[in-house]
Protein backbone atom coordinates (compact mmCIF):
# COMPACT_ATOMS: atom_id res chain seq x y z
CA UNK A 1 0.00 0.00 0.00
CA UNK A 2 2.15 2.70 -1.27
CA UNK A 3 2.02 6.44 -3.16
CA UNK A 4 -0.18 8.87 -3.58
CA UNK A 5 -3.26 7.15 -3.23
CA UNK A 6 -4.90 8.85 -6.28
CA UNK A 7 -7.91 8.05 -8.11
CA UNK A 8 -8.28 9.58 -10.99
CA UNK A 9 -6.44 12.86 -10.78
CA UNK A 10 -6.50 15.94 -8.63
CA UNK A 11 -9.76 17.92 -10.09
CA UNK A 12 -12.27 18.74 -6.51
CA UNK A 13 -11.93 19.43 -3.60
CA UNK A 14 -9.27 17.79 -0.76
CA UNK A 15 -11.53 15.25 1.42
CA UNK A 16 -9.84 16.59 4.57
CA UNK A 17 -9.17 20.06 3.27
CA UNK A 18 -11.62 21.08 1.06
CA UNK A 19 -9.25 22.27 -1.52
CA UNK A 20 -7.35 21.04 -4.16
CA UNK A 21 -3.36 19.97 -3.34
CA UNK A 22 -1.24 23.45 -4.26
CA UNK A 23 1.67 22.82 -6.62
CA UNK A 24 4.91 22.20 -4.38
CA UNK A 25 2.77 21.71 -1.22
CA UNK A 26 5.31 19.24 0.23
CA UNK A 27 8.26 21.95 0.25
CA UNK A 28 6.00 23.92 2.91
CA UNK A 29 7.83 25.09 6.16
CA UNK A 30 11.53 23.74 4.52
CA UNK A 31 10.77 20.19 4.47
CA UNK A 32 11.39 18.56 1.01
CA UNK A 33 8.53 15.95 0.23
CA UNK A 34 8.76 12.75 2.67
CA UNK A 35 8.16 8.65 2.59
CA UNK A 36 6.18 8.62 5.35
CA UNK A 37 5.31 5.01 7.24
CA UNK A 38 1.80 4.79 9.02
CA UNK A 39 1.36 2.52 11.33
CA UNK A 40 -1.88 2.23 12.63
CA UNK A 41 -4.67 -0.48 12.93
CA UNK A 42 -8.23 1.67 12.64
CA UNK A 43 -8.70 2.14 8.54
CA UNK A 44 -10.53 5.72 9.81
CA UNK A 45 -7.17 6.82 10.89
CA UNK A 46 -5.01 5.71 8.51
CA UNK A 47 -7.09 7.75 6.20
CA UNK A 48 -6.98 10.58 7.73
CA UNK A 49 -3.01 10.58 8.40
CA UNK A 50 -2.80 9.20 4.87
CA UNK A 51 -5.23 12.51 3.19
CA UNK A 52 -3.26 15.11 5.70
CA UNK A 53 0.53 14.03 4.57
CA UNK A 54 -0.61 13.24 1.06
CA UNK A 55 -1.85 16.96 0.92
CA UNK A 56 1.61 18.34 1.36
CA UNK A 57 3.03 16.32 -0.82
CA UNK A 58 4.32 13.09 0.82
CA UNK A 59 4.32 9.59 -0.13
CA UNK A 60 2.56 7.40 2.41
CA UNK A 61 3.31 3.79 2.80
CA UNK A 62 1.07 2.02 5.19
CA UNK A 63 0.96 -1.00 7.60
CA UNK A 64 -1.85 -2.46 10.16
CA UNK A 65 0.40 -3.49 13.03
CA UNK A 66 3.62 -3.12 13.98
CA UNK A 67 4.94 -6.22 12.45
CA UNK A 68 3.72 -4.83 9.20
CA UNK A 69 5.30 -1.71 10.19
CA UNK A 70 8.68 -3.24 10.49
CA UNK A 71 8.45 -5.15 7.02
CA UNK A 72 7.10 -1.80 5.34
CA UNK A 73 10.40 -0.25 7.42
CA UNK A 74 13.03 -2.63 6.14
CA UNK A 75 11.56 -3.00 2.88
CA UNK A 76 11.19 1.04 1.81
CA UNK A 77 13.37 3.27 4.33
CA UNK A 78 10.45 5.86 5.15
CA UNK A 79 11.72 8.88 6.11
CA UNK A 80 9.61 9.32 9.46
CA UNK A 81 7.08 6.85 11.38
CA UNK A 82 3.75 7.71 12.36
CA UNK A 83 2.17 4.76 14.53
CA UNK A 84 -0.93 4.36 16.68
CA UNK A 85 0.53 3.02 20.08
CA UNK A 86 -2.18 0.16 20.82
CA UNK A 87 -2.66 -2.52 17.97
CA UNK A 88 -2.68 -5.74 17.53
CA UNK A 89 0.13 -8.72 16.85
CA UNK A 90 2.67 -5.62 17.82
CA UNK A 91 1.88 -2.70 19.54
CA UNK A 92 3.76 0.68 18.84
CA UNK A 93 5.94 0.44 22.06
CA UNK A 94 7.23 -3.14 21.09
CA UNK A 95 7.83 -2.03 17.03
CA UNK A 96 9.75 1.12 18.16
CA UNK A 97 11.76 -0.94 20.21
CA UNK A 98 12.08 -3.84 17.29
CA UNK A 99 13.08 -0.42 14.80
CA UNK A 100 15.80 0.92 17.34
CA UNK A 101 17.50 -2.97 17.68
CA UNK A 102 17.88 -2.76 14.08
CA UNK A 103 20.96 -0.69 12.63
CA UNK A 104 18.95 -0.21 9.32
CA UNK A 105 16.36 1.14 11.41
CA UNK A 106 17.38 3.02 14.32
CA UNK A 107 17.72 6.57 12.87
CA UNK A 108 14.10 6.94 11.34
CA UNK A 109 12.12 9.42 13.30
CA UNK A 110 9.45 7.82 15.24
CA UNK A 111 5.79 9.86 16.30
CA UNK A 112 3.74 7.93 18.55
CA UNK A 113 -0.12 9.33 17.53
CA UNK A 114 -2.43 7.19 20.13
CA UNK A 115 -5.80 8.02 21.56
CA UNK A 116 -5.83 5.17 24.00
CA UNK A 117 -2.33 5.46 25.83
CA UNK A 118 -2.44 9.42 26.43
CA UNK A 119 -1.31 10.05 30.15
CA UNK A 120 2.17 10.70 31.08
CA UNK A 121 3.88 8.00 31.71
CA UNK A 122 2.98 6.26 28.27
CA UNK A 123 4.55 9.84 26.84
CA UNK A 124 7.83 8.93 28.92
CA UNK A 125 8.13 5.97 27.86
CA UNK A 126 7.64 6.34 24.28
CA UNK A 127 10.34 9.08 24.69
CA UNK A 128 12.60 7.09 26.90
CA UNK A 129 12.45 4.00 24.31
CA UNK A 130 13.63 6.50 21.06
CA UNK A 131 10.77 8.32 20.01
CA UNK A 132 10.87 11.79 18.61
CA UNK A 133 6.74 12.85 19.86
CA UNK A 134 4.19 11.54 21.60
CA UNK A 135 0.76 13.32 20.46
CA UNK A 136 -2.74 12.04 21.39
CA UNK A 137 -5.54 11.84 18.85
CA UNK A 138 -7.25 13.73 17.96
CA UNK A 139 -4.99 16.53 16.82
CA UNK A 140 -6.05 18.89 13.89
CA UNK A 141 -3.77 17.83 10.87
CA UNK A 142 -2.48 20.79 10.42
CA UNK A 143 -0.76 20.63 13.67
CA UNK A 144 0.23 17.51 13.08
CA UNK A 145 1.45 18.58 10.24
CA UNK A 146 3.54 21.39 12.25
CA UNK A 147 5.27 18.81 14.37
CA UNK A 148 6.32 16.40 11.70
CA UNK A 149 7.68 18.97 9.94
CA UNK A 150 9.57 19.89 12.68
CA UNK A 151 10.65 16.41 14.04
CA UNK A 152 12.41 16.19 9.99
CA UNK A 153 13.96 19.89 10.95
CA UNK A 154 15.40 18.56 14.13
CA UNK A 155 16.88 15.17 12.31
CA UNK A 156 17.82 17.30 9.06
CA UNK A 157 19.84 18.74 11.34
CA UNK A 158 21.29 16.13 12.64
CA UNK A 159 22.62 14.50 9.86
CA UNK A 160 24.67 17.98 9.73
CA UNK A 161 26.56 17.53 12.70
CA UNK A 162 30.55 17.26 12.09
CA UNK A 163 32.05 14.40 11.37
CA UNK A 164 34.34 14.00 14.19
CA UNK A 165 30.93 13.28 16.18
CA UNK A 166 29.84 10.71 13.31
CA UNK A 167 32.22 8.90 14.71
CA UNK A 168 30.71 7.84 18.05
CA UNK A 169 29.20 4.48 18.47
CA UNK A 170 25.98 5.42 20.24
CA UNK A 171 24.02 8.96 21.16
CA UNK A 172 24.68 7.39 24.62
CA UNK A 173 28.29 7.70 24.25
CA UNK A 174 27.64 11.34 22.96
CA UNK A 175 25.84 12.28 26.01
CA UNK A 176 28.35 11.12 28.49
CA UNK A 177 30.98 13.29 26.62
CA UNK A 178 28.67 15.74 26.63
CA UNK A 179 28.07 15.54 30.21
CA UNK A 180 31.65 14.95 31.14
CA UNK A 181 32.43 18.24 29.30
CA UNK A 182 29.97 20.36 31.32
CA UNK A 183 31.24 18.93 34.22
CA UNK A 184 35.21 19.69 33.32
CA UNK A 185 34.02 23.40 32.57
CA UNK A 186 32.46 23.92 36.17
CA UNK A 187 35.46 22.65 37.91
CA UNK A 188 37.84 24.77 35.77
Known sequence: MTGRHQEGGDEGPHPVFGHPLPEGEGKQMGVDLMNVLIVEDNANDRKLLRYTLEHHGCTVIEARDGQEGIDHAALNQPDIIVSDALMPRMDGFHLLRALK????????????????????????????LGAEAF???????????????????????RQRIPGHLGILESEEEYLVLERNDILYNKTI
Do not use: C, H
Open 101 to 128: ADPRLNSIPFLFYSATYTGEQEEKLALS
Open 135 to 157: VVKPTEPEKLWEKISAIMKVWEG
